[in-house]
C-alpha cells in the first residue's frame, strides 16, 4: 500500500521567503507528527497531530513555524520569513493510535535557505 | 527534564555482535522504541518495549530495564547493510511523544 509522501522532496528558497511543506500520510493513520534533522544530527520533534485532538505544538522553534492538518489527513507546515538555519530536512510521520506506536517516515523535504 | 545518551560512533566487523546502550531520562514513560536510518533515508521502526525485557526479532533483539532507565540494541550476525544510524527513542510527556537523539552511527567492516 502508499506510505507516507511528501511534497516536494527538495526545496531552495531566498531568505525571508515564505515556504509551504506538504504531507500526505497512511490512510486511516489518526496520528501525524512533523520532524526537522539537520545534517548529522538526530530528529527534532516538531509538532503532533492526535485525531481531532488540539495539535502539541510543543517543539516548534519559534511562532514563524505553524502547521495545520485539514480533515484528519494531509498537513502542511509552514515557515513564514525563512532563516538559514531553517535549513534541513524536514521529516513527516504518521501512525495508528498512540505516538509510541510505529510510526512511519515519509522521504522527507530537504529545505535549503540561502 | 528530559535527556538522552547513546555512543555517537561504533565499529564492528561482518559476523559480529553488537550492543547499542541507551539511557534516558523523561517524564511520564511509556516504553522505547528503536528506529533504523540508512544514509540519506527515512527513519523506519525496529522494535518497541514497553515492558521490562528481551524483545527479538530476527538478528536483532531489543531490551528494557525500566528501574534503570535503561535499554539496548543488540545486532547479531553484523552484515555490511546493517551499517546506519540506531536512534532509541523513549516515549513520554503527557502524550507519549517520542524523544529521539543523536543516535548512534554504527560502522560494519568487512
Known amino acids: 500500500g502508499a506510505g507516507v509522501s511528501q511534497s516536494p522532496s527538495n526545496k531552495v528558497t531566498e531568505k525571508g521567503k515564505d515556504v509551504e511543506l506538504r504531507c500526505d500520510p497512511i490512510?486511516?493513520?489518526?496520528?501525524l507528527y512533523w520532524y526537522r534533522q539537520s545534517l548529522g544530527q538526530g530528529l527534532e520533534f516538531l509538532i503532533y497531530?492526535?485525531?481531532?485532538?488540539?495539535?502539541?505544538k510543543s517543539g516548534l522553534p519559534s511562532d514563524r513555524f505553524s502547521a495545520e492538518r485539514t480533515g484528519g489527513s494531509v498537513s502542511t507546515l509552514t515557515i513564514q520569513r525563512t532563516q538559514q538555519e531553517d535549513s534541513a530536512v524536514y521529516l513527516c510521520a504518521s501512525s495508528l493510535g498512540e505516538a509510541y506506536n510505529e510510526q512511519f517516515f515519509g522521504p522527507g523535504t530537504r529545505l535549503t535557505v540561502l | 527534564g528530559q535527556s538522552l545518551e547513546q555512543p555517537s560512533e561504533v565499529t564492528a566487523v561482518e559476523g559480529a555482535i553488537v550492543q547499542i546502550n541507551c539511557t534516558y531520562q523523561t517524564s511520564g514513560f511509556y516504553g522505547l522504541s528503536w528506529y533504523q536510518q540508512h544514509d540519506g533515508g527515512a527513519p523506519t521502526f525496529l522494535s518497541y518495549n514497553a515492558l521490562d525485557g528481551l524483545e527479538e526479532t530476527g538478528r536483532f533483539s531489543s531490551f528494557l530495564s525500566r528501574s534503570d532507565s535503561y535499554g539496548y540494541l543488540l545486532l547479531q550476525e553484523l552484515q555490511m547493510k546493517d551499517s546506519a544510524s540506531y536512534f532509541c527513542a523513549p516515549s513520554g510527556g503527557s502524550q507519549g511523544n517520542l524523544i529521539f537523539g543523536k543516535g548512534t552511527k554504527l560502522s560494519v567492516k568487512p
Open positions: 497531530f492526535q485525531g481531532n485532538s488540539a495539535p502539541d
Open positions: 490512510s486511516g493513520h489518526t496520528a
